[in-house]
């Protein structure tokens, strides 16, 4: 079961209460969902949106009152609003990246703790991870390793997955360690040696950056006067998106990090930051 991260701060900053109205951008295993539903009781409404098939059909299947769920991407937030017929709302929240279901159910390679295929979408559509580990030429691969990953072995870890397809399809997330493993020298580091490469792929995969700047602005135009923009992010990439866009649009924002308590209770809590920014006008 996946533990929402920084639940209780998200929900303070958005000022979620009694009848009031959100969006709930990445709805996930439902955490912040249920919670945010409970808490505009008795007539305030809550439109989701989770881009992944089967917890889209999971959410579905939770039967929720007042929750209006969309198998889709906030890349078409604007558009599912108006489907939706919802008017503007008082908060839209953004909890970045994939769920535990993702590392530990889904089988499609976000783990490098577990032998799968390479697949990191979140969606049935579109490129998989190992298209691209197959396919891609050198450049950009190297590319998407050092502008995703912040890897600084990129150079050798695009040469090594090169040399490697030449010999045999590169298929599973154990073959991909594999090559890691043979282009990097040994050292010592708090994260996996395999962690940069793992994040550029899904990053890759998903259109993660793009899709959220994109979020981000549509979302703006939905909020209410004094309406709020509340986004959860896991890695400097996602959170630099964020602070910019909330600076470049003269946004009055907020940092917002997990309490000690909470990491120790849920370690993906570490990484993770909360940014609030307020529509004022
Ligand atoms: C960190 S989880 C959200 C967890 C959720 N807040 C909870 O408490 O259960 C992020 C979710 O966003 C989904 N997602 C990723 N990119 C998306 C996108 N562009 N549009 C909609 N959902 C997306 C992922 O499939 C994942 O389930």
Same mark, same amino acid.
């Given at each position: ?26 709805? %996930? $295993?439902?955490?912040? =969902? *249920?919670? &945010?539903?409970?808490? /505009?009781?008795?007539?305030? @409404?809550?439109?989701? #949106? !989770? ?97 995703? %990953? $912040?890897?600084?072995? =990129? *150079?050798? &870890?695009?040469?090594? /997955?090169?040399?490697?397809? @030449?010999?045999?399809? #590169? !298929? ?110």
């Amino acid at each position: 079961m996946h533990i929402p991260v920084l639940k209780r701060e998200a929900l303070e900053e958005m000022g979620v209460g009694k009848n009031k109205n959100f969006i709930d951008a990445t709805f %996930g $295993e439902g955490g912040h =969902a *249920k919670e &945010i539903l409970e808490k /505009i009781k008795p007539k305030g @409404k809550l439109l989701a #949106i !989770e881009k992944d098939d089967v917890l889209y059909k999971r959410g579905r299947e939770m039967n929720l009152a007042r929750l209006t769920l969309y198998n889709d991407s906030y890349l078409n937030l604007k558009e599912i609003v108006e489907k939706a017929g919802f008017k503007k709302v008082a908060g839209v929240l953004f909890d970045l990246g994939f769920c535990t279901f993702h590392l530990q159910e889904s089988k499609r390679g976000f783990s490098f703790q577990e032998n799968e295929p390479l697949d990191m979408r979140y969606s049935s559509k579109g490129l998989t991870a190992k298209e691209i580990v197959n396919y891609w030429k050198k450049e950009e691969l190297e590319k998407i390793l050092k502008d995703y %990953g $912040e890897e600084r072995y =990129a *150079k050798r &870890i695009a040469l090594e /997955i090169i040399k490697t397809r @030449k010999e045999k399809e #590169i !298929e599973t997330t154990f073959d991909l360690i594999e090559i890691i493993k043979r282009a990097i020298p040994r050292h010592r580091s708090k994260i996996n040696f395999a962690t940069r490469t793992f994040q550029a792929l899904r990053i890759a995969v998903n259109n993660e950056l793009k899709e959220l700047e994109k979020g981000l602005s549509q979302a703006l135009d939905l909020l209410e006067e004094r309406g709020k923009i509340v986004v959860i992010s896991f890695h400097s990439l996602e959170d630099r998106i964020v602070k910019n866009f909330f600076k470049d649009k003269k946004i009055k924002s907020k940092l917002i990090f997990p309490t000690r308590e909470e990491i120790k209770k849920n370690k993906k809590a570490r990484s993770a930051k909360l940014r609030s920014g307020e529509k004022n006008e």
